[in-house]
């Protein structure tokens, strides 16, 4: 199967800009959805974005909307989040996934978790 190295994750002020990274090796990539989850200190997992197969089509999560940016290079076998106008909200531990059963962007949104596979994630800290 897939397997996903997220980087790009750091310490960043309020305002700033940041793009995470998430490599994929092995498996299938160009036919296989990707997205992005973000887990805080003492709060669930959420939601952030996801992108189909080609990249044409993609998905926020409410806190992501008009600040993120998801892309993907299919010949790179990688994907990135741009994340602009950060918050210290924002702070939060980054997992990329890729889908195990489909190519759009709901087969991220709408799958379980042991329907995805996970990146190991990154640190990202904003501070105010």
């Known amino acids: 199967q897939v397997r996903l190295i997220e980087s790009g994750g750091g310490l960043v002020q309020t305002g700033d800009s940041l793009t995470l990274s998430c490599a994929a090796s092995?498996?299938?990539?160009?036919?296989?959805?990707m997205g992005w989850f973000r887990q805080a200190p003492g709060k669930e997992r959420e939601f952030v974005a996801a992108?189909?197969?080609?990249?044409?089509?993609?998905y926020y999560g409410d806190s992501a909307k008009g600040r993120f940016t998801c892309s993907r290079d299919n010949g790179k076998r990688t994907m990135a989040l741009t994340m602009n106008m950060l918050k210290p909200e924002d702070t939060a531990v980054y997992y990329c996934?890729?889908?195990?059963?489909?190519?759009?962007?709901?087969?991220?949104?709408?799958?379980?978790?042991?329907?995805?596979?996970w990146g190991q994630g990154i640190q990202v800290t904003v501070s105010s």
């Open positions: 092995g498996g299938s990539f160009s036919n296989t959805a």
């Open positions: 992108i189909n197969w080609s990249g044409h089509s993609t």
């Open positions: 996934v890729a889908s195990r059963t489909g190519q759009m962007f709901s087969d991220i949104v709408q799958a379980p978790p042991e329907n995805l596979v």
